[in-house]
T-cell receptor, first 111, second 116 residues
């Protein structure tokens, strides 16, 4: 069993819909949680960075962390075709430490 | 802020040659740099972690003599693929973390290596 599980998708939604992504993990030592967006043949781009449990909002993006359930989520409101990409969750045990990635979820927003 | 660059963005080389990839943090000092490789439709696989001025720490299964990492300054790390073979063809991505206000990792744009 992988330390971080993420549905590979593809997840297809119409433009304007809410995109809901999630990851589950098994190691309770993870304290820092991140979401990255990766376009084809490009490096990952940091979207959200949270520490411990709780919610964080930034523009159209909301990240949620539930450490008791070992479950993290990312919501994208008012989705646009430009949001079509692979979304990777990542987590670490300490700040600046190596990241453990989920496998990525491919998202397709249709105009 | 928190911009990481890589050079070259793509490279094609003959089997048996060595290739050097540079990773630079442009607007912050990177105390730690990480090197990943990524195969098509797969997630990132960590190869090694390097701290400025010290030897890199390689992940299990990664040949340290084949993938030479140098982190000579707080803004530059290099990955040299020695005696490259076709199975080394992949997308190599670096990331850096440091003192930019957050300790998370910021990624470079990646380097596509094709070994003929």
């Amino acid at each position: 069993q992988k330390e971080v599980e993420q549905d590979p998708g593809p997840l297809s939604v119409p433009e304007g819909a809410i995109v809901s992504l999630n990851c589950t993990y098994s190691n309770s030592a993870f304290q820092y949680f991140m979401w990255y967006r990766q376009y084809s043949r490009k490096g990952p781009e940091l979207l959200m960075y949270t520490y411990s449990s709780g919610n964080k909002e930034d523009g159209r993006f909301t990240a949620q962390v539930d450490k008791s359930s070992k479950y993290i989520s990312l919501f994208i409101r008012d989705s646009q075709p430009s949001d079509s990409a692979t979304y990777l969750c990542a987590m670490s045990k300490a700040a600046g430490n190596k990241l453990t990635f989920g496998g990525g979820t491919r998202v397709l927003v249709k105009p | 802020g928190a911009v990481v660059s890589q050079h070259p963005s793509w490279v094609i080389c003959k089997s048996g040659t060595s290739v050097k990839i540079e990773c630079r943090s442009l607007d912050f000092q990177a105390t730690t740099m990480f090197w990943y490789r990524q195969f098509p439709k797969q997630s990132l696989m960590l190869m090694a972690t390097s701290n400025e001025g010290s030897k890199a720490t390689y992940e299990q299964g990664v040949e340290k003599d084949k993938f030479l990492i140098n982190h000579a300054s707080l803004t530059l790390s290099t990955l040299t693929v020695t005696s490259a073979h076709p199975e080394d063809s992949s997308f190599y991505i670096c990331s850096a973390s440091g003192t930019s206000g957050s300790d998370t990792q910021y990624f470079g744009p990646g380097t596509r290596l094709t070994v003929l």
